[in-house]
């Protein structure tokens, strides 16, 4: 089996799928990274976790619908090329 960059694409779409199918309430919550953890005051610079849970947010939010696309294209074409 090759490194090719269509195998390195692929694994990047399933890193993202990944994180797009995160849900806050079941997973994170229990390791302590749910909404209400990542609360600071005001003028306090967020810490890496508030960060890394913004991240994961906004890629629910803007990635879902284009997943949806690019997942469905890379399905027809494993069925195609194999």
């Known amino acids: ?6 195998s390195l694409l692929q694994a ?3 890193c993202l799928n990944a994180t797009a199918l995160l849900h806050e309430e079941r997973y994170l919550k229990n390791i302590g990274w749910g909404t209400d953890q990542g609360i600071g005051g005001f003028g306090e610079k967020p810490g890496i976790k508030s960060q890394l849970m913004n991240l994961i947010r ?6 879902r619908m284009p997943l949806i696309i690019v997942k469905s294209i890379a399905i027809v074409l494993l069925l195609l090329f194999g």
């Not at 906004?58 to 990635?63: A, F, I, N, P």
């Open 12 to 14: 990047s779409l399933l």
């Open 58 to 63: 906004s890629v629910r939010t803007v990635v």
């Open 1 to 6: 089996m090759t490194f090719t960059l269509y």
